[in-house]
């Protein structure tokens, strides 16, 4: 009996939310604010029970569904909650009414819609949040019922074309499943799947670019202090730690549970759980590392529709189409770069077809891959330089990659770290550039005579590596499996000994590296 009137009062919801936005007032308690906010005290004091139980299904209220009902359709503007509170309703009726499933999920989505109407913009920060709710309700639509796959896909698709920024890694893992559903079953073309995968590529390519942009802004001098003002301010730190890289000098100094970090005598981070700007960078910092598994899952997706012979198919025709189509010449060449299909015909002649309609840093990057494929070192930096000049960070960082690795194959090592270095400045969550440094310094130990100072260029090699997967968990197995081998080559003890010198001692790396590093010996 209990779930009948439980359905029944699911279908009044359903059959009343379709006028009850014409019926709303625009008083946040509607016309009648007594009878508002009685319901609401009863919905929210029964759903804090039902929340408290882990929304157990014996231990929902009739009366808490009655209630919130009530306000929903009489009083929309009172509480966001009123809708966030609603989606778990309607997760119950979903889960355990799986014949009136679907009836549910529009009921769902007409609430999601309302919601749109009702709060367009975020009650705490004012700014617009429809793409953000129009994203949750194609998440939810595919999530619930993925045989929704098509609406799922036009209403994510509607996010995106609104505003792609205020989507999240769930939203666009859903959109893309979506479009692979609409592909497979004959409802759009495969070309969709390229242009949907770039797109949201881009869009995660932005948002780690505004996260990380956001990130160095939070730990860069953010009281304007330097180290003395710092002192002077705060009194003298209880402890203090210095370590020396490349010139640069950081110091961590902790004041109780506050640990504040000094670059070069300036403020560059306060790191603790309870201070906002400690808070606001692990956020980011995080947030970043998020979207960079988002870009990966949309990568793995992608593979099966990857190969270079499908993807140089589709492109083929579309280019013989519309071949001065400058959006698909560069969707084109960026795919085929990233999917290490740069040896084909295709790559080359839309390339040159790019940089005659549109000079730019995209075209320059393209025909500096070009060179790169055919071993012209000198021709491939000038076009990787010429890139560099993008505000694309994702292209801007892979362009300094391979300019360095323009400079390391024409032997200048010094000018080559140089770059790379460049390159850890424009993407600071990614190891490669160390690990790159760190097999710069591996290779040059034959320039170095001597039984330490062969070697030292292997602790030094060690070192990047560790920064590397400090940074960045994703490149770790590479980085140990670097360290392993470069471990390997590290002197005897006795060695060591008998040159004079002993294990953790300092040691000053010779030539073009000239580093500071640390002694170890063969384990």
């Not at 009655?66 to 009083?75: K, S, Y």
């Not at 730990?219 to 203090?240: F, K, M, Q, R, Y």
Request: proline residues 3%.
């Amino acid at each position: 009996m209990k779930t009948k009137r439980f359905v029944l009062i699911a279908v009044m919801i359903g059959m009343a939310m379709s006028v009850s936005a014409q019926e709303a007032k625009e008083s946040k308690y509607g016309a009648d604010s007594v009878a508002c906010v009685t319901n609401l005290s009863t919905y929210r004091e029964y759903f804090k029970q039902w929340e408290a139980a882990r929304y157990a299904p014996d231990a929902i209220s009739m009366e808490m569904v009655a209630a919130w009902r009530e306000v929903f359709l009489n009083c929309p503007r009172a509480s966001q909650y009123t809708y966030t509170n609603g989606e778990k309703i309607m997760d119950y009726f979903i889960r355990t009414n799986p014949k009136d499933k679907d009836a549910y999920i529009d009921t769902l989505c007409m609430l999601m819609d309302q919601r749109m109407e009702a709060f367009p913009n975020d009650p705490k920060t004012g700014a617009s949040q429809v793409a953000n709710i129009m994203g949750r309700k194609g998440l939810l639509i595919y999530t619930y019922n993925k045989n929704r796959y098509e609406q799922a896909y036009n209403v994510l698709k509607s996010a995106v074309e609104l505003d792609p920024s205020q989507l999240q890694g769930a939203y666009i893992d859903a959109y893309f499943k979506a479009t692979i559903d609409m592909v497979n079953n004959g409802k759009a073309e495969k070309m969709t799947i390229i242009n949907v995968y770039q797109e949201l590529s881009e869009v995660v390519d932005n948002n780690i670019e505004a996260l990380a942009e956001a990130a160095s802004q939070e730990v860069s001098d953010p009281e304007g202090l330097t180290e003395e003002e710092l002192i002077t301010a705060w009194g003298t730190p209880d402890n203090v730690e210095e370590t020396e890289e490349e010139g640069v000098t950081t110091k961590s100094l902790a004041y109780g549970t506050i640990v504040v970090s000094v670059v070069n005598g300036r403020v560059e981070s306060f790191l603790d759980a309870n201070n906002e700007i400690g808070k606001r960078f692990a956020k980011n910092t995080k947030s970043i590392t998020i979207n960079k598994g988002v870009k990966s899952n949309l990568d793995n997706l992608f593979q099966p529709y990857a190969s270079c012979e499908d993807l140089i198919k589709v492109f083929s025709a579309k280019m013989a189409e519309t071949p001065d189509d400058v959006v698909l010449l560069k969707r084109i060449t960026t795919i085929l770069d990233k999917k290490d299909c740069t040896e084909s015909k295709l790559f080359l002649d839309a390339a040159v077809r790019l940089n005659e309609l549109e000079p730019s840093p995209e075209a320059s990057y393209s025909l500096g891959i070009k060179f790169f494929k055919d071993k012209k070192w000198s021709e491939a930096a000038t076009f990787f330089d010429q890139a560099t000049n993008t505000t694309n960070n994702d292209r801007k960082y892979r362009a300094y990659r391979n300019l360095g690795m323009c400079y390391e194959n024409m032997g200048n090592m010094s000018r080559a770290r140089e770059i790379y270095r460049r390159a850890a400045q424009v993407d600071p969550t990614n190891g490669e550039p160390y690990l790159l440094i760190a097999m710069l310094y591996a290779g040059s130990a034959k320039q170095f005579s001597g039984e330490i100072e062969s070697k030292a260029v292997f602790w030094a090699a060690v070192d990047k590596c560790n920064r590397a997967k400090a940074i960045d968990p994703s490149c770790a197995d590479k980085a140990n499996g670097l360290i392993r081998a470069y471990t390997a080559a590290f002197p005897s003890i006795e060695t060591i000994f008998f040159n004079d010198y002993h294990e953790n001692q300092t040691f000053q790396v010779g030539g073009w590296i000239g580093e500071t590093t640390t002694i170890r010996a063969r384990k």
